[in-house]
């Protein structure tokens, strides 16, 4: 099993920039693929990006592809979430996900992970 802990949220104006990190402990984060999910108040949970294992394969939601970065430090048991051009539209509690996985194939749905974090809330003021 594995436990996820998120961290990097915060206040940022619009235009800016944050970089969102997934830590993970208890197990080797190689063996999973990992995902990037954000929930606004009042909203369904929605995927943001994805990358599998071995960082080889990456996703991104139409809505933040040319502007979130998702990379990986197997070594470091992290997953980053590199976020620039930040809109007001991008508030929301971030979370990350991971799947047991050492295939190229990057999850994109909620109920593909097996594993959450808690989140953490990200604030964009315009």
């Known amino acids: 099993q594995v436990q996820l802990v998120e961290s990097g949220g915060g206040l940022v104006q619009a235009g800016g920039s944050l970089r969102l990190s997934c830590a993970a402990s208890?197990?080797?984060?190689?063996?999973?693929?990992v995902g990037w999910f954000r929930q606004a108040p009042g909203k369904a949970r929605e995927f943001v990006a994805a990358?599998?294992?071995?960082?080889?394969?990456?996703y991104y939601a139409d809505s933040v592809k040319g502007r979130f970065t998702i990379s990986r430090d197997n070594g470091k048991n992290t997953v980053y979430l590199q976020m620039n051009s930040l809109k007001p539209e991008d508030t929301a509690v971030y979370y990350c996900?991971?799947?047991?996985?050492?295939?190229?194939?990057?999850?994109?749905?909620?109920?593909?992970?097996?594993?959450w974090g808690q989140g953490t809330q990200v604030t964009v003021s315009s």
């Open positions: 208890g197990r080797t984060f190689s063996g999973y693929a």
């Open positions: 990358i599998s294992w071995n960082g080889a394969k990456t």
């Open positions: 996900a991971a799947l047991r996985s050492y295939s190229d194939y990057v999850p994109t749905g909620r109920y593909e992970y097996d594993y």
